[in-house]
């Protein structure tokens, strides 16, 4: 890369020492020769960049793919260093040949390229430059061309005249019927872009037609294109042409043989209702959104459900309980006894957003028994997604009344195989008991969070000695004296190191919640007595935690028997300790 260096400074040969770059046998190399081109630009000036090295680009290594990527991606950049917009007709012929190799990637970014180049031409010059290589492209016999083609029409057709508008027109619905499905494909790809710059009435003689056909289409990755280009077509036109132009084939895709396209429909089945307007929801959408409910592939029903707060969210406030009573309430009945766990896991996150929409009275009456259900499912998943989601029950009626139901899901899932299952059910305690108090949690859930304090995963034990700071605050250091902190101390003596360190950020946590007579009088002692461990990590753990609590003491307690200990773990033979001892030293020293 040498050759770099040199024609910065001497511009007279750049071109050469490009070329010499080029046939370096390290394909690196000759990338980073062509991810440099804007350097190279800039020492030749404008009009040499646009006369001598655009020509020498376009036929300098056309095998290559990835470095006619690269080429594609600078080139898209370039309109400034030929000149400007002016001069931007001159970076057309080498993208339009790229436009048609095999490689799609390839291809791809040099319409890319050639979208943004055009995107600042003059109307008389994308009518005079881009129109013709978009021509050249649409009766390209490759495949590939016609298939680049389909990407150019929406950038071109609001510039130009009102003749080319209608050859454009007519070349788009030309493609929409070729032979080759590549390029039908990307065709259905492009219609919804196209469709946004058509006239209206253009727009429903001349592509909502070819919509109708992609969306028959005997492929069926095609149909799933047009399904997404459905919302676009659907945006623009109003109520009563969707009604009698595209809802027939809105039920011909909820229907469809292949489920990738109910599957696409379910997926963007929310940003649908957003744009064919009340009438046609109340009419139509609900009779499909049901249909997809139903759906006999998995992962259709699946999708569907995870859009069921959204759908019914949609509807004004006076229809939502209505909607969610007659049509999806029967349906939730079926879903959360439903064969597939993954479809019931999804039921199991969304369900409880129905709450607000139906209110104290028919969350008790019709939501209730389907959570209590859900909280029995054997799938552990099921029962922690519902967990998870309470606050929506609780805002509404309260989580008491869920509260028997619970404790046994609780139980169970506190002793379950995943620790990530064991970590949700940690951080919702705080929330839990802060509902169903103190008395609750020393009866029913002590026991289990002694447990999490002693779990053999880190993650878990971690999580709990956060959350003990939380249960202090909503309970009271007396309480906390009584029957937290008995338990923490306790784990000093466990002969597992780590659980002697889970005991230290336990005291650690604590300290900011219970006040210097119980640091004093209860963690200290404890926290002294682990200095002298056997294990280092045990150790500068303690220098940590005198650090941490030192604020809390008295001065003279600080003097009497903290710096001493500190002092003893500064002459200590491992480097850790005196590392984190001088640490707490210099951290006191300043207070």
Known sequence: MAA???????????????????????????????????????????????????????????????????????????????????????????????????????RDKAIESLRLVAAQLSAQDLENHV????????????????????????VCYASVSRAVKLELRSNFRKLCQDEVPTVRRAAASKLGEFARVVEIDYLKSDLIPSFVELAKDDQYYIRVLAVEACISVTELLTQDAVMHILLSTLYQCASDSSWHVRYKLAEKFVDLQKVVGPKIMQRDLISIFETLLQDPEPEVRATSVTNIKDFCANFNITDQQKVIKKSILPRLYKLVSDRNTHVKSKLASVIMGLSPMLGPHNTIKHLLPLVLKQLTDKCPEVRLNIISNLDYVNNVIGIRRLSKALLPVIVQLAEDSKWRVRLAIIEYIPALVGQLGQKFFDKELCEIYERF?????????????????????????????????????????????????????????????????????????TILLLAS???ANVRFNVAKTLQ????????????????????????????????????????????
């Open 4 to 106: 770099y260096d040199k024609f910065v400074d001497d511009s007279l040969y750049p071109i050469a020492i490009l070329n010499d770059a080029l046939k370096s046998e390290d394909l690196q190399v000759r990338v980073n020769s062509i991810k440099k081109l804007s350097t190279i630009a800039l020492a030749l000036g404008e009009e040499r960049t646009r006369l001598e090295l655009i020509p020498f680009l376009s036929g300098s290594f056309h095998n290559e793919n990835e470095m006619l990527l690269t080429l594609a991606d600078q080139l898209g950049n370039f309109t400034p260093l030929v000149g400007g917009p002016e001069y931007g007709m001159h970076l057309i012929p080498p993208l339009e040949s790229m436009a048609t190799v095999e490689e799609v990637l390839v």
């Open 131 to 154: 129109v013709p290589a978009l021509r050249r492209l649409v009766s390209g016999n490759w495949f590939a061309s016609r298939a680049s083609a389909c990407g150019l029409f929406s």
């Open 453 to 525: 304090l002693n779990d053999h995963v880190y993650a878990i034990r971690e999580a709990a000695a956060l959350n003990m700071k939380k249960l202090v605050e909503l309970f009271g250091v007396q309480w906390a004296k009584q029957t937290i902190i008995p338990i923490v101390l306790n784990m000093s003596g466990n002969k597992n190191y780590l659980f002697r360190i889970s005991c230290l950020f336990c005291l650690n946590n604590l300290a900011e919640v219970c006040g210097a007579d119980i640091i004093t009088k209860k963690f200290l002692p």
């Open 533 to 535: 461990d056997l294990i």
């Open 548 to 591: 941490k609590i030192s604020p809390h003491l008295d001065a003279s307690i600080v003097d009497i028997q903290v710096k001493p200990t500190l002092m003893k773990l500064y002459g200590d033979a491992d480097e850790d300790v005196k590392y984190f001892a001088s640490e707490a030293l210099a951290a006191i020293a300043n207070m």
